[in-house]
């Protein structure tokens, strides 16, 4: 391996590319060299090599040298050129679909945080209507791309060409469940609940009717519900039916935040030690799962981490269970999630720069 | 009857007692004879004959009479005096069932906001630990004590002497679940998921931990999972047992409104038309239950008025629903209610002065 | 004049179209006639005669007939056929500016809630740049406009043929400044300074980068600084020049309501006393303004009602004043004035319909 | 000096002293020996040595050590014990008073976070009514206080024994002010406004009714109107008098952040590119003030952040300016800049451990 690695962003106007900005610049192994940041820059700042990063994201400014940072016109020559190997793609899922083959092709690692690369099953990518669904590349570009949910597929990331980050839905009910399903504790027949609720950072930076403050500030609505985007990712993550689950989102009046809470029946009765057990033993090398022992975990506490926050309440008799998961969906749920990706594609301890 | 009704309200100080005054003083019936508010008054408020209501609610302030209006102290006789025909409590439990026996000996009807006379099994009162649980006197007060749905209990509210105002989540969750389980739609083996989310007024004007708004803000968080004292109220009314319900409440970051998203499945497939058809059958004569057909409600829409919003979706298969209903806590969850009973319990119009 | 008053409105798609249907509909001089709503259709919705008005504000819908109402393509056949008397323009500048001439030769009167009336001298329109500027025809309908803040105008207003509904931060700074102005205390040499803070429905229901919930929220932001429009109202109606005051908006984290905080210098030193009855013998007759003796008013008293809230503090020598008021710019601030504003061009009592 | 700085922390359950702690724990400089967290403990929790701090503030919960820190009984043996060099008092006034004499004995250098030792004239401190007011032994211990603003008195902080970390609003006035008093721009005969509005935070963390989410959410409310706690450390620092500066604060619904707007004439007019200069001059050498050139800031800027942000506009004449500024009230305004002044005072590089 290289002895520094050069990263590249492209789509760092967005939220989550703001995040991913600012851990990648104060990332402890990639401090000497600043992302490169490329993407469409108007006309009239050509001239001056792009846009000064924090003219785009004021809060980035320092006292050091963030000041010279700046979006430039991306090209693959500018990638080639600073020495890229690995690009974050925090773009719509077309862009990521059309310039994933490309980027592969010229030898650079990609990290995608769209969900143009996570879907194995035909059937499950069809709401997304992708133009190249059905061509040989895009096949042959599935079959080695990595879902990158750490918890789950460290092996398999870690030397990954391509990772396709999770959604932040997906992330905060992956988690929550597989340790249950995978140790044959839940009961199928009587069918799973996810009831997610998410800050509007999740609904991205287009100012739209439903992303309106009127809208949204002291307000509460379901959407999507049986239809959610997000769906495929969870039924393929987990291993379930259609029929086995109902993931119903929500749109909270808050700027970020995932909490999801996730209902099942258990074949057998459990006790809580028990239970607790099974999440023990499954995230016992996970930097960056919490487990909450004596309380319900919060959206608060969870909020600007990098953490997945879970914990979880049984009924009298232990024959159902209440489980609550917390991140923040622009971190675990999108930018800080990349980076964990990052780390442990490239071999580095997996919490680097991330607490 | 009389020609005009009295009024009192004991426990104005509180959120659900100033939307109270609110509507009862904008009540066309009402009009002519504003209600008495009493309740305790310290000692160097006596003097001036109480504490006038627009220092406690600033925001009742008009033009017109209000500024006269006083809290003042609370005696049997004042309300003697005044004529009283009906008796609101918008106080603690505690203080509900202490004086509804002496209220109702007087002659008096009530509309008690508070949990105090709502359930009718031992087991679901046992959380509440009332001091006066399994005497007589109790159990022939409970006999009379109509549970205030009207949606529900319209023909025994009529004429009752003592009417339980029902709880704001109780009312969000047998709203949308009665329906479908009168028409025996539902199939309770598979288990009823009810996940509401509630705004801090629901919380109670004291100051905690709880109501900072440094908690409260830019969060969310489930309580009482399992165990929260509206549970006793929903099987009751629902004829459900405890093993065929799970009610999560969580803690929204808004004044007021309360979002219910309830999970069913059915016995058999259903077809959109056919269960909009059950539950236009079951409310064709609610005037504040507002049915919607081609979106689900929002929080937004039925905060500051007395409706119950209910709408829902299919899956594809027609096995199950996803129904979501939405009202504000204190309207059609605790004032706009005691109201509503109040108009049926005098045979007047059911939504006189709510709409 | 005719028994019944029948109204239209232009604009009711925003949010103080919002507001004007609701006071409309629940006035109890126009409970007969239901206003027509009028603007622009969309071709699929011709067939069914418009668009249901509870289609665009869901939560106007109730038992009773307000499901009927529609948004109907407008012409000025339409109003004819209809007999409107009174027309309400919710509508951006350019559209009232171009529609009032032809409203006022077909005989109707106009209440403007836009800025295209509001301004007397050229040099405080020019901000605008009306495409009419200059011509003979604006002029003179600016000479039979009337700026329509009753506590001002009142008696222009009983009778007139076009009201200029006044902006909603200039009523909020106009009326705790004109009873000290008037009364010859304020020392205008050292300057008036009026600090502005607006929820963000005052930014309207356009969806933009300002207006979007992560821009907004948790945030605050100084905009416009000695640049925003409607200083020329406030030096237009007060008497002052721009030398003379500063005037800086802000942008609140909260639906609605205004809150200006006011600083003036005394010529000589006032009392508290003497402060408090300039103020109620100003405002002796004035029905929407409540003057607040030992506290100040705050946003949440204020909104959701139609009153102008203003309180004051003297320093300790009586040479200085802060001063503080409250409006909710949807109401008092626009859609509420503008009812006021119908029931003194009318000789109705001035408050009807609006406490 | 030791090779290493052993820090102590009391106050820590408070929300400045939660930044403290994290601040504190990421430190460059700091990481080798976490800081020792004293206070008062309950019984209970004697046993087990404390309560450990991810119970109190469960988002510092990490993988590493965290989970071992302890709030520890306080004694200034433990202290001795520990080490410890520096000590932070994030304490009410009233314990800071009280401890400070004894810290200073036993050779503790001391940071404090309260107004206890800011104010050097008498008739400032009034306010506090502190008990030991006018004895030699406080007369002495303010002697060697310094008012800890690095941008003001970076000197005398180096070395200092005794800082008094300033307030958060007398942060966010004092540093847009002085560069232009201390320019001699300013004139003072037409009076100073400086209109600040601060997040909840702080108002500390006690439940009381203002910080109620239901009173402080979607409202805006002025307080302490002429009468407010910081003007002491305004006038001392600014070298105002009382009749040249009015100071207003006002209660934002927002967790934290305070913007404050200040008004000044000038004695000349000044071109905006004089006045920059002059701001560029007096901060050249402080690495945590952002002057904005071309926009003016916002509180989400400065939030969680230790950054004071400045910017201005100038009228037309240059004959006034409205300058805007921002900080985080929890970080620049206490538990950032009480980090700073550690830097400052033990000769660390200013911005160390807070970009």
Known sequence: MKETIQTAVIGVTGYAGAELARLLLRHPRLRSTAPVFAGRVEEKDLARGGVPLVEIHPQLADSGGNGKLKLEPFSWQLLADRGVDVLFLATPHEQSRAWVPEALERGLRVIDLSAAWRLTEARNRAVYAFEDEGSERAAAIQEQSVYGLPELHRERIDGARLVANPGCYATSVILPLKPLLTAGLVDLDRGIIADSKS???????????????????????????FTHRHTGELLEQLGLTADEMVFTPHLLPI??????????????????????????????????????????????????????????????????????????????????????????MLGWPEAEGLE
Chains 1, 2, 3, 4 share one sequence.
């Open 199 to 225: 800050g509007v950072s999740g609904a991205g930076k287009a100012p739209t009717a439903k992303t309106h403050f009127m809208y949204a500030a002291d307000n509460l609505s379901a959407y999507a519900v």
């Open 255 to 344: 700027p970020r935040g995932i909490l999801s809470t996730v209902y099942v029946h258990f074949k057998e009765p459990q006790t809580r030690a028990g239970v607790a057990q099974v999440y023990r033993d499954f995230f016992s090398s996970c930097p960056m799962v919490r487990l909450y022992d004596h309380a319900l975990p919060q959206i608060q506490y969870s909020v600007r981490t990098n953490y997945a926050d879970i914990g979880f309440q049984l009924d009298g008799g232990g024959r159902r269970a209440v489980i609550v998961s917390c991140l923040d969906n622009l971190l675990k749920g999108a930018a800080g999630q990349a980076v964990q990706n990052l780390n442990v």
